[in-house]
């Protein structure tokens, strides 16, 4: 488990316990995490990040009310076994292909280019 | 409310500290108070600490005047006090001496997540003292704490365990102020931030919504304070 060396924090990028959750969420449809796995707990992951306590358990709550995480009493947190992975994996490719089609529209490529790339890029990958 | 000015001033001669505040923390809050050299953030923590009495208005804590609490309320200068031949543990048996609520345990937690060596100040280096003056306030277990730079002239690892051992030491139900030039390392640990300008309070408002328009503590200083 490793969202405190991992997780990015950018003031300048919105809310911090938003990023907090875009990360747990990013790192379950990368299955980096997987159903069941237990967080760290909220003051750990705060001191590994440098925020405050309240921010963790912000974001903890926000996890809890998208069904990704529960909190089992006296145990921890854990990801629900029922978390929706496909569902985000299938977000976050939808996310990820909205912001290379705006950059390629921005490029002035016709779509059969653009595609082209994409498989290139992919097959390089 | 734990703490709280009301239209607080307190002047030195012909300058002015801090003019005609009026502020209130509740028990839980982290509040970074931010400003300028000069802009009263000390004499607010000083008045808070009951170290100085106001000029004219108000300053209580625990609904009490301030001056009457020093004991509850953990307070850390800007100025090193040390005596040069202290070692961590001779501050210990100093501190309990002083204090009723210094954890002797608690204390030599924080000496080991601080990485205090056990010498004298004379041989330590101003980081190394500057973390063991946090971990002397620290160890006592209040409900208020005022830290007055305790971020400052330190090196970049020193200021990183201190935050670090400030969050885990944080339990919900205190109100930690924390004044800090560092403002781009402390901000992801405030809630809440104080800015002060000329003794007054130019903005007072949440991390989180400041960073929800998409702004950051430290560009919201650039504007409201530059």
Redesign the interface.
Known sequence: MTIERTCP?D???????VQIANHVRQMLARGEIVPGDKLPSA?DL??G???????VV?AFAELERMSVIETRRGLGTFVRGDAPVAAMRRDMLRTAAAAFAVEATALGVSTPEALAALKEALNAG | MLASLNRATKQYGRTEGVRDLTVEFPPGEVVGVLGLNGSGKSTMLKLLAGLLFPTSGDVAVFDGPARAQRARVVYLGETDALWSWMTPDDAATFMVGLYDDFDVKRYGELLASLAVPRRRTKAMSKGERGRLRLAMALARDAKLYLLDEPLGGIDLLSREKILQSIVRGWHTDETILLSTHEVAEAEGLFERVVYLREGRIALDATAETLRGRGKSVVQTYREVLG
């Open positions: 924090i003031m300048n990028a919105g809310p911090i316990f003051r705060a001191a990040l440098g925020v405050n306590p309240n921010t912000h």
